[in-house]
Structure formats: structure tokens, C-alpha cells
């Protein structure tokens, strides 16, 4: 337990007995976006892209957060990587705030908690050697000679299925599946403690992403590693994740083991979700003419709907429900939510 926990934080620290990788508190971002109104009553408008969340990450488990394209998944990913300040809130890490890491603290974090984008062309370097590119964190973080670093190298090129000698060559001639394989290899090399995965395999073709998200499985069953899995494939993520995270304008609308979760969804949105009633990726055009709700009011973090966010396009909205933003609450169960449906117990 940290000084930093909240009253009501979520429940996995104290199941699994063990203290939490990462504990996030109340995180807040907020971007400035221009101004609206005329002449010189003009006010700054923001988007809420994330808007008070509080979740853990337990070691060795996989949290899945879903939710549509802009409900602030990316934001998540990227302040947990410090790629980005939160306006408020904190993350935890080892007992202490993140975002209070500089220097050595800061450095340290890096290396623990490492990345793989979805896209592996922005993120390897194209002049760059695969081997230079597995071996740049260890030339900053660690003190190891160059016969070390190349056989860290190799090692790690092995976990995630690649021969070492395919070191010498450059990500352009690799296919996307070897690119994020390689990219997981970089981000291994270190012996990192979580990996946020955004989108990671979602470019992939079928049949490639089901083997990376094989590897991902078998990596983390052999290393206890723990992941922040963000995808829009509701599949892939059941598949993977222990527990599933589903964000909604910005916001925490529900929180569940994954089985529970896919098995008894209780907000709405989440059962819209998983019953692909709504579009939960834009290029999903394919849902679009079935579902009513899912033409209604486009959702905007910039100017989210008073009450519950959701309620616009919820089929079960109630009168409270268009002005008092329900609370997140704890059930009996273990589930996290927040419904007027679902008071609490
Ligand atoms: N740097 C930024 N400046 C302004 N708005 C941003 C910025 N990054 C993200 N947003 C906005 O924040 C919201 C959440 O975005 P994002 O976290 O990328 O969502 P997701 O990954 O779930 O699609 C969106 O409305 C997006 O337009
Ligand atoms: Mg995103």
C-alpha cells in the first residue's frame, strides 16, 4: 500500500497479494483545443481525453483496455510511458509518483516499462541495424562490453523466434509480423517489468497477429512480464488479457476479470461493445447500418454530453442518467462500473 491510494481503488492489488507494477489514481488529461465563442467572450476549450481513471496492473497480468477510437486509450498508454504529463492524478510505480521521476528515476522507469506501437516503421529506426536497434537501451542503461550487448542480442532475438543473424540487416526487410517481433525484442532486451502494447498487432494481417499474440502469450508466461493491451479486436484482447478495461469518452465505464466481463457485460456500452452493435474501430464501417444507437449524436471528448457520457446513444438511459455522471462503484462481485443501473451493493 502507498501513501497515494485512494479510498476505493481497485480491488487486484489485494487479490493477487502482491503489490501492484503500476497503480494509477485519478488521471487526468487534459489538451487545449482552440477557443469557442465570439469577440471578447471567447473561452479555451479542452479535450478531456482522459478524465479521472484509476486502475492497477498486477505483475504478469495482461489489463486489456477497449473502447472506441478517441475515448483516450492512447493518452493512457502514453502517460504511463511519460511520453506525455497528466494534468492531474497519479501513476504509481514501486511506491512512488512517476511523474515526479527526472534523471536517474526517470531512467530507471524507462527501462522497466517499455513500448510497442502499432506501427513498427515509426518506431525502428530504418538506417538503423536490428542489432544497433536491440542494443540502444543497453548502450544507455547498461555498462555491458560489445560481446555482451551482442549476446543480449541473440538471446532476445531467440525469445521472440528470430535467428540471430538477421541482426546485421535493417527493418525495411523485414515483414510487418518480423518488424513488431523485433520490436518486442527491443523492448525485452532490458528485462522490462510491463510492456504497453498500443495497437500493437492491429495492422497485422489475421494469421500473423494470431502468432505474435501467441508469442506475447508465451513471453509473458515465461518472463512474469505484465502488459497493457490495447486493441479495438474484442477477440484478440478476451484472448490475451486477464482483465479488461472499457473506456467511454474519456472515462472508466466498467472493469472486470475478462471472462466475467465477456460473460455477463452490465453497462450498456460494454454490451453494445462485445455485441459489435457499435463500431469499436472507425474502419469497422460494417456495423454502422445495423445499429440505431451508433447514428446517433457523434461522441466528442471536446464537448462530452452532461450526465453520463453515454447516454445519448444508451438504450436503457433513465431521466438521472442525461444530468448526474454516475459513480464509479465496487460490486459485491469485484466489478468496477459506472451505471446508473448498477448503484452499487
Ligand atoms: N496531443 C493532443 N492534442 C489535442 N488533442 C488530443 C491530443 N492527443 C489526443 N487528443 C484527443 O484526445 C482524445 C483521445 O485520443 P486518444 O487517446 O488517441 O484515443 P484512442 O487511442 O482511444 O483512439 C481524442 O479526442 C483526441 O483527438
Ligand atoms: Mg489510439
Known sequence: MTALDSEEGPAVSERSGEQAVLEVRDLVKHFPAGRAGLGLRTTRQWVRAVDGVTFDIA?????GLVGESGCGKS???????RLEDPT????VFGGEDVTAFKGKSLLAYRR????????PFASLSPRMRVRDIISEGLRIHTDMTKDEMARRVADVLDMVGMRPDVGRLYPHEFSGGQRQRIAIAKALALDAKMLVLDEAVSALDVSIRAQVITLLKDLQRELGIAYLYIGHDLA???YLADRVMVMYLGKMVELDETVA?????????TEALFNAALPAHPDDHDHLDTADQATAEVPSALAPPPGC????????AMDVCSSIYPAAVTLQTGRRIACHLHPGD
Not at 505483475?59 to 489489463?63: F, K, M, V, W
Not at 493518452?75 to 510511458?81: E, Y
Not at 522497466?112 to 506501427?119: L, N, R, S, T
Not at 457520457?309 to 436503457?316: D, G, L
Open 59 to 63: 505483475p504478469g497480468e495482461t489489463l
Open 75 to 81: 493518452t493512457i498508454a502514453k502517460l504511463l510511458l
Open 88 to 91: 492531474s492524478g497519479h501513476i
Open 112 to 119: 522497466a516499462v517499455q513500448a510497442v506501437f502499432q506501427d
Open 236 to 238: 484478440t484482447v478476451s
Open 261 to 269: 466481463l465477456v460473460d455477463e457485460p452490465l453497462h450498456p456500452y
Open 309 to 316: 457520457h453515454f447516454h445519448p446513444r444508451c438504450p436503457e
